[in-house]
């Protein structure tokens, strides 16, 4: 399919409901700006990466029916584990995530220690269960020595059942400044074969700000030794609206991310939220860009990447046309979790390590955030769990919608139907009807039994699933989120 093409079919009827569809059949997905669009729709949303949201989890959950979940996998069940190392050696001013800023490196001796006695614990719950899927991140999972790493390998391959290493996907995220370019190698030697990059922007005057100096030079060796070594899917992450940034500034960024070349990019918005982070503090208001600045600039990155031949995946996500998310979408076969975007439907998800979540037949299980209480319930040989939710069939009815639109941008009622034994316009009745000011603002298509995201309505999918989310009835609720753009 050529994929610069943007052709759309469009055909109106009127449906027995009296809601007008329009019917569109998309040949392209190469994304449309409207600028007066975005702004309408730019409210706070949730980035879906799971269903029921984080928010909804709650302290009362038992751990006995996340033990259940694991002793109850069928032997056939795939496994996918993440791995959370929450140590950084240095604070980036921008920085939300739950991360440790230390110079002690002896300070993740004992962490590496219950991290390991906790994959113990856990895998002895799921018997033989092949693990095809590990992802290492934090924080900064190169903060442990190349030997630390070395060891949790060792104690995952012993205790999970782990095919051979091609066709397991091993991946890492990788901070350029906190790992030598030797170690790339002694990485791919333990089985690692996919890997994540944080450079955020090129411009000096932006990384002083933000206090991430980090070369091109660096980042681009890096990447030439991963790919020496077979490392495939090499993602890069840049984030918009950082201090000092312009639309000028970020033309040179790009310019040498695509020098670079990497597989996929992640382009996050940057929320200033000093209140509620205290790194954030260190950046002034003063120095961000406005807010026509920073839509300027998300508008040319847009433009930019489709023109060098990356495909929109969704959701801030960016790959070559033969990466395996852009071939996973293509083929229907894309999911999400907490990690972003997956080419892993099936697996179930194990987390490990301080915060990680996990995800195991309708569960959601999240780990306590403080090493203190992590530590002490490891000592007591207990799983260090913190909250969790069981989600019900709506919930997994509502997950599956809002899950088909966010990874293939449609959603074919008659599977939902029969998938799970309901009428789709009669149960959504409500929601149909709430989708007609985005069917007014070509958003969004509607055959009798297909919803179809227009070009248009990508860039806005939040807003979409949105509908659908019955948990979003309060104010508060959409306001814990972050801007949609
Ligand atoms: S952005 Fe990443 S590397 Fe920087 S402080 Fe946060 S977790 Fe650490």
């Known amino acids: 399919m050529d994929h ?9 009827h009127y449906h027995q409901s009296g809601l007008i569809f329009i019917g569109s059949i998309m040949q392209q997905s190469k994304l449309e700006w409207d600028e007066s669009l975005l702004a309408k729709y730019n409210i706070s949303g949730p980035r879906y990466t799971s269903y029921p949201t984080a928010l909804e989890f709650t302290e009362n959950y038992q751990t006995s029916d996340y033990l259940m979940c694991l002793n109850g996998l069928p032997a056939d069940q795939s496994l996918s584990l993440y791995i959370h190392i929450p140590f950084c050696q240095n604070i980036c001013y921008y920085c939300a995530c739950n991360k440790i800023i230390t110079k002690h490196k002896s300070q993740a001796e004992q962490y590496v220690d219950n991290l390991m006695k906790e994959i113990r614990l856990v895998a002895a719950e799921v018997g033989d269960n092949p693990l095809r899927q590990i992802h290492w991140g934090g924080g900064t999972p ?6 630390q790493i070395c060891a949790i390998m060792h104690a995952i391959r012993e205790s999970f059942e782990v095919p051979d290493e ?4 091993i991946s890492i995220e990788i901070d350029p400044r906190a790992i030598h370019i030797e170690d790339i190698k002694h990485l791919a030697k333990l089985g690692f074969n996919r890997m994540s990059m944080g450079v955020q922007d090129f411009d000096i005057k932006v990384q002083k700000a933000v206090n991430r100096v980090q070369s091109f030079e660096m980042t681009r060796d890096m990447i030439i030794e991963a790919r020496k070594y077979g490392f495939k899917s090499i993602n890069l992450d840049l984030i918009y609206g950082l201090p000092f940034q312009t639309k000028h500034s970020f033309e040179q960024t790009l310019k040498l991310v695509v020098e670079i070349s990497p597989d996929r990019i992640s382009v996050f918005n940057y929320a200033h939220l000093p209140h ?9 208001s003063n120095d ?6 920073k839509l300027s600039i998300f508008q040319y990155i847009i433009e930019n990447l489709q023109e060098n031949g990356y495909l929109y995946i969704g959701m801030d996500h960016f790959a070559k046309p033969d990466d395996e998310l852009a071939i996973a979408q293509k083929e229907g076969c894309l999911h999400r979790n ?17 915060s990680s979540i996990g995800s195991i037949n309708g569960h959601y299980h999240q780990n306590v955030r403080d090493v203190e209480p992590y530590y002490k319930a490891l000592d007591n040989n207990r799983l260090p769990s913190w909250r969790g939710v069981k989600v019900n069939g709506d919930d997994l009815l509502r997950k599956r919608v809002i899950f088909d639109l966010i990874c293939h941008f449609e959603l074919d009622m008659a599977k939902v139907d029969q998938e799970f034994n309901i009428d789709f316009e009669h149960y959504f009745a409500t929601e149909l009807a709430m989708l007609k000011p985005f069917i007014e603002d070509k958003l969004v298509g509607l055959t009798e039994r297909t919803i179809q995201v227009s070009n248009r309505g990508r860039l806005l999918i939040r807003n979409i699933c949105m509908v659908f989310d019955a948990y979003l009835n309060e104010l508060h609720t959409i306001n814990s989120f972050s801007k949609v753009i």
Do not use: D
Not at 288 to 293: C, G, I, K, M
Not at 342 to 354: K, M, R, W
């Open 166 to 169: 091609e066709s397991t996907e």
């Open 142 to 147: 190169t903060y442990l020595s190349i030997e």
């Open 276 to 284: 509620r982070f205290k790194p954030q503090r260190r950046i002034s």
């Open 4 to 12: 610069q093409l943007n052709f759309v079919i469009c055909y109106l």
């Open 288 to 293: 961000l860009p406005t807010a026509v600045e």
């Open 338 to 354: 907490f990690q972003g975007y997956t080419t892993h439907e099936e697996y179930q998800l194990i987390g490990v390590g301080v």
